[in-house]
C-alpha cells in the first residue's frame, strides 16, 4: 500500500509541524496558558473575596505579602500572554487587508505590553510598599 504524496518535508512530519510551521505551537501555549489560568483564576477571586470590606491598609498588607504578589504577578503574566495569542488569532483570522492587519497585530502588542507593565508595576508597588 502506497503512502499518499504529500508537501510536508519528512522532518516536519517528525517534529509534527503543520504547513505554517508554528501553528502547532501557538495553539499548544494557548491551551497551557487557558489551564494555567484556571487554578489562577481561583485564586484571585478568592483573594479579591477575602478583601471585601477591609480598609486600605489591610488590603495593602495582603496584596503585599510575598505568596500573594507572586500569585497575583502569575495571574497577570499569564492573563496577558494568553489574550495576546487569542487576539492575534483572531486578527489573523478575521482581517483581511494586509495594511490593517499588521497595524492592528502590532497595536494588539503595544496594549497588551502596556496592560502587563501596569499591572505589574501595581503589584510590585504594592509589594515592596514603594
Sequence with gaps: MSERPTLRTPLSRV???????????HFWRQRLTSVALIPLSIVF??????????????????????????????????????????????IEDYVHHELLKIITLMAN???????????????LKLSFGV
Excluded: D, K
Design 15 to 25: 517534529r509534527h509541524l503543520g504547513p505554517a510551521r508554528a501553528g502547532t505551537e
Design 45 to 90: 477571586i478568592a483573594i479579591v473575596i477575602s478583601l471585601i470590606g477591609r480598609n486600605h491598609a489591610a488590603t495593602v498588607q495582603i496584596l503585599g505579602s510575598a505568596p500573594v504578589a507572586i500569585l497575583m504577578l502569575l495571574f497577570v503574566v499569564t492573563g496577558i500572554y494568553h489574550m495576546w495569542l487569542g487576539m492575534q488569532v483572531i
Design 109 to 123: 502588542t503595544f496594549f497588551c505590553a502596556a496592560t502587563g507593565l501596569a499591572c505589574v508595576f501595581a503589584v
